[in-house]
Nanobody, 115 residues
Framework: VQLVESGGDLVQPGGSLRLTCTASGFTFSDEPLRWYRQGPGKERENIASISSTGGRTNYVEYVKGRFTISRDNAKNTLYLQMTALKPEDTAVYYC?????????WGQGTQVTVSS
């Protein structure tokens, strides 16, 4: 199993970024997926999730309306479109799926929101 995140960058407040997670080693289209983030000095937190088909999504309250999780099952790719970024969104962002008692993680991608 391999999850590889990309797309993190330094961006000004109010800016946008799209994160990408490419996956291999499992049947991507069968699995619900999640984005987590871990800010400086904070615990890792689940911020968005998506069902296997993409038909259902959920978000933590403080990213609703700003972040959009989506997936392309034909490309084995998960996305996180982030808009109206704030300094408090600064974190390492991880994609995740959970199967048979095991959490699978990528290496993370750094997002820094600063002027």
């Amino acid at each position: 199993v391999q999850l590889v995140e990309s797309g993190g960058d330094l961006v000004q407040p109010g800016g946008s970024l799209r994160l990408t997670c490419t996956a291999s080693g499992f049947t991507f289209s069968d699995e619900p997926l999640r984005w987590y983030r871990q800010g400086p000095g904070k615990e890792r937190e689940n911020i968005a999730s998506i069902s296997s088909t993409g038909g259902r999504t959920n978000y933590v309250e403080y990213v609703k309306g700003r972040f959009t999780i989506s997936r392309d099952n034909a490309k084995n790719t998960l996305y996180l479109q982030m808009t109206a970024l704030k300094p408090e969104d600064t974190a390492v962002y991880y994609c995740n799926f959970y199967q048979s008692g095991i959490d699978y993680w990528g290496q993370g991608t750094q997002v820094t929101v600063s002027s």
